[in-house]
């Protein structure tokens, strides 16, 4: 077994980095090891937010379309 991480059968892969280097912080979250950057699954959508240096959270669902961020 690698280290990658499956949502239901599929790899999951970062939508900003490509990066499969993802760690599960909690139910339906992970976390991107390459680029800081939380996903949060949503149904069949990530939602995906940044973490700032102060600890809070901005979102960059803004930054991709939904069919980037729809789980296949
Ligand atoms: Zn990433």
Redesign the pocket.
Known sequence: MDKRTFFGGMAMQ?P????K?LGRIGPGQYY?W????ELTVEGEMLQLHQVEEDGTLSSLDDLFPESERKLL
């Open positions: 970062c900003n980095c490509q990066s280097n991107c390459d680029c800081f950057i």
